[in-house]
């Protein structure tokens, strides 16, 4: 059974389109990240599976039951959809312990007081915090909080633990520690995870399926390797990387002669392998190859093209060397500590397999039939 | 619960929207809200407005012209251009904006220089001279009237003249006893306090690092002041300044005491009257005027003001303030500004209590202290056999509703605040959220006085099922809970937009109903700003005068109006030892906030 079934979710929020028809499915026990820039409404899309926001248009099923249909106006309770979420401010009841914040949700269901001691205390010990329960949310650190945070999600066992950028206040050395332990948790609750990110490191570091936004639109849904190396769109492509890596994009032509198609681009020509000749392949395009799959070669070896050194940014374990040919940049994302003089030659090659074809129109990949993307060489050589 | 098959789409869709809208804590808050806002407020307005324009039965007695229940400019005409007009209407508005004006132009000198003191000098003694200037606040305007009675007062309007005139043999000229001067006088030094707290809060929270970039563009002193802090403060100044404005404008207490022994009318002290003569829709036009003026003095200060609002919160960062040195003015200025306070507040308060042991006014011979006004029995040979205070069961009657309408009102009006201000500050976005908001500040535009003209001849019968409330304690209440509105939603509103949404939908979550989250959450985290609004209502329905003095029948006296009746009767002792207890009971709540709730006054007033 999914955990989840969203199904042409369309979201009004005070006059303003968030979401524009959302469908997708998350599995049980699925760690499902909403990755998009600010304002992409992945949020919104986490309320309405909450039913904190009311949908216009569509249905939301939670493990096999309707709770929203906007066709009959109908919502179900937020507690009884069976999900928790996690706040990205925490949403901590400053004037309640550390224990009353993580029971509050079993009291107001009436359980027996021995039996909230029990849970409670297990929610605070999978979270490792048991000493904390008589501390108010104000004497704890940001990272404490949100391991408060995410014990009152679990506490009640659902079986979706939602949560909403819950690591985005927290330092990076803390972030690195909390998403291990997310991780963990996961493990070992089993649980189906809906998370919101902005950081598509994270997303790419925790998730099973990673789900990408922009402006109200699912853009791509899959496993975090398919969205690294073959993102769907140009934007997605962009977001992917990191700024300190901007992607590499060439813009060519693409043409079709004999059954062969061709790119021709500035770094020189590409065949396409597998292209069917069809329309898709014609027109502009655009190429993008990440910076990581660059190689400088000190030498010429068979499929290289002769680059200028432009500037060296070294970053300790990592260096990225900007080169040139020609008018074109390049960057490239070379492991070690390398430092070369600028104005040098090398040689660059690109790793074929991670070349990625784009419609310079529609931003969308060209992926029908193309199997290789392989740089011709005597137009290389020249 | 889910359609159900018999149900089509349409009517399934139509059922749930009701059954959410009804389950909306926001929606029956909202709709509840704006029915009691209609009711107590919208109605009674147009009503008041209504019934200046027909004929009433006892106008036959008046002109053989009327008709009663039909329309008719009489009233107005009447009022307005006849040749009662001068002494009933022109000249009670002339009186009242002149006092207005002085007032407001008084207080600012006072109330920014004290601010700019407190905030932006080196001087010394700051916390006690805050506390002095608090006081004032807490005692009734007009226990200054009856201070300055106690000095001035002449032999005109018989009695025991004051001090002056019984001890130094100087009789004081009426101009300088009665009318115009004291009550400017008396009204501004009581009504500084919101200068200064207003003013204060606003220089507090201005960075210096404004100043001082002023400085380093190479302004002067006079420069930084006239062209940065001035313009900054200008919003919170004219704020301020209508404010006080309003209230002296529509002020009872005070012109009633001083002026009325010279005929020295202002619009309410001529609303009380014609009440009282029984020239309800003569009153009624008057209250008009009173709340258009009003409505005037705001509309100005909106349009002065423009999108300057914001400038109140310069910064919300309580950045480093750079005080400016006074160097060997320091002390003087600081004993000075002391001494003042004490002389303002202070000493009046010792002289009405030392009266209170005077048998005779004015003498202090060893025989002359008693404890008759306190405790004795009745004696005809004084004040015609009132008994004093503590044995008379009038007093213990005024003693017991006073606190029951004050202790009610203000659990009620915080209450409510809170309420309506859930209202108010969740339904932001919404058309409700905005009327119940607008609504609930339209008291500010009615004065007291009007208010209670109002309600008197709305609830003198029973109307649907509320019976009728004329000569209850409940109409009491109710009033000083709808004129407290625009102060307790504001407060409210302020307190709810505080606890983010997220903290109330993590209990949502939680499986919490609305009750739930209310008793749990939104009522221990706004405890401090509810505090506020009980103690700020309690302390003003303590005091409250003008409100409620024509709705009090022998059976629901309070200690104010208690005070006034022996004011009326030249009892001055009598009259002092109630004001003495109002303040020690006003003085000892604050004392019990502060000490228990942690609760700060100087924050509370500056959001009225």
New interface residues.
Partial sequence: MNAIELRQIQVHV?QKHILKGINMTVEEGDFVTLLGPSGCGKTTLLRTI?G?Q?LNEGTVVISGN?VA?G?????L????RG???V???Y?L???MTVFDNVA??LQ??KQPKAEIRKSVMAALDKMRIPELADRYPGELSGGQQQRVAIA?AIV?SPSILLLDEPLSNLDAKLRTEMRAELKRLHRELGTTIVYVTHDQHEAITLSTKVAVFFGGELVQADTPRVLYRHPRTLQVAEFMGSSDHPLNRVEGVCRTSGGVSTVSTALGSFRLAGMNGGADGAGAVVLTVRPEDVVLHENRTAGSIPVKVEDVLPAGGETLVRVAYGQEKLGARVIGDHDYAPGRMLYASFREERINLYDRETGRRLETGVTTITPILEEIQR | MLHKPVLNTWQARWLNRCRDALRNPLYLIGAAALLFLAYTIVWPVLNLIWSTFVWKTQDARLTPAADPGHLTLYHWSRVLASDMSWSLFYKPVLNALAVGVTVSALSMVFGCGLAWLVTRTDVPLKKTITFLAIIPYLLPSWMLSQAWLTFFKNSKIGGTPGILQSVLHVTPPDWLAYGFVPIVLTLSIHDSVYFFLLVGAALSSMNSQLEEAAEMAGAGRMQVLRRIVFPLMLPSVLSGFILIFTKAVSSYGVPALLGTPVNFYMISTMLYSSMRSRLTTEANVLSLTLMLITMLAIYFNQRLLGGRRSYVTVTGKGSAVTHVPLGKWRLPAAVGTAAGMVLIAVVPFIVLLLQTFLLKDGSLSPDNFTLHYWTGGSDPDINTGEKGVLQNPIFLLALKNSMIIAGIASVTAAVIGLLFGYAVARGKNTAMGRLVDQLSFVPYFIPGISLAAIYITMFAKPVLFIPALYGTITIIILITVVKELPFTVKAGGAAMMQIGPELEEAAVLGGASWFTRFRRLLLPLSRKSLLSAFILVFIGAMKEMELIIMLVTPRTETLTTLTFYYVEKGYDQLTNVVLMIIIAIVVAVYALAVKFGKADLTKGLGGQ
């Avoid at chain 1, 066709?71 to 919502?75: E, G, M, P």
């Fill in positions: 005070q909450a904190l009311k309707k249909d066709n009959l106006a109908y919502h309770d937020p507690a009884k999900v928790s979420l706040f990205q401010s949403a009841w400053p004037h509050f949700g107001v269901r009152r009640t």
